[in-house]
């Protein structure tokens, strides 16, 4: 039981450079979600899915898409990286989606950076 | 309007002393979640304790115990006896109820916790 994966784990862009964050979690959670967090910040929430097949914008969409693959995946994609979107992503889940009581698990984190 | 406060940005604990790590929330709805993680040097987020607005009881988790102040909208992290791997940065986080069907948190700026021996 690996809970969140993300891949990869490092990366260096040049600006203007397009990649996708992949995620996966084999935990049968319904909804997923991608944050960002900055050097001195909490964790801001880019994209969502409520349940597979959904998808939602968050706080910060600009710059990015999401697919929900299936119930286990749920990507990030930059099209054109800036220096702005310099960050850690963190992919998350959550089994149901619709309650107050439900936690969050992480994965570990994508450290990217534009140059 | 940000929602969740954290006004201590950085805090120092003797080691085996407890520590209060404070957090403010705004809200209008009556069903929320509050969180509190842990955030490592390591850079993983580790879940550790939860608040539920009905729950009547404040919540323990082992050594955490969250000081839950429903009519001063506060949920304060209170570790006891630190420990050294305390060292970290924490988080509160709220999850609103009524028409959040997405499941989304939201975070505050996080406290810097630095246990010294």
């Known amino acids: 039981n690996a809970g969140v994966t993300q891949t990869p784990k490092f990366q260096v862009l040049k600006t203007g450079q397009s990649m996708t964050l992949q995620c996966a979690q084999d935990m049968n959670h319904n909804s997923m979600y991608w944050y960002r967090q900055d050097p001195g910040m909490g964790l801001r929430l880019i994209y969502y899915s409520a349940s597979e097949g959904t998808t939602d914008k968050g706080e910060v969409p600009n710059g990015y898409n999401v697919s929900r693959l299936n119930k286990r995946e749920f990507s990030l994609r930059l099209e054109s990286a800036a220096p702005s979107q310099t960050s850690v992503y963190f992919c998350a889940s959550t089994p149901f989606g619709g309650s107050s009581t439900d936690t969050q698990y992480f994965g570990p984190g994508t450290r990217l950076t534009v140059l | 309007a940000q929602k969740i406060t954290q006004t201590q940005p950085g805090m120092f604990v003797q080691e085996k002393e407890a520590v209060t790590l404070d957090c403010t929330y705004d809200?209008?709805?009556?069903?929320?979640?509050l969180f509190w993680y842990k955030q490592p040097s390591s850079g993983e987020m580790i879940f550790l304790i939860y608040q539920g607005s009905y729950d009547e009881q404040n919540a323990t988790e082992g050594r955490y115990s969250l000081n839950f102040q429903k009519a001063r909208k506060s949920a304060n992290l209170v570790i006891s006896a630190s420990q050294l791997g305390d060292s970290a940065m924490y988080f509160c986080?709220?999850?609103?109820?009524?028409?959040?069907?997405?499941?989304?948190?939201?975070f505050g700026q996080g406290t810097e916790l630095s246990v010294k021996p």
């Open positions: 986080a709220m999850r609103e109820g009524l028409n959040n069907q997405g499941g989304k948190l939201i």
């Open positions: 809200t209008s709805d009556q069903s929320y979640g």
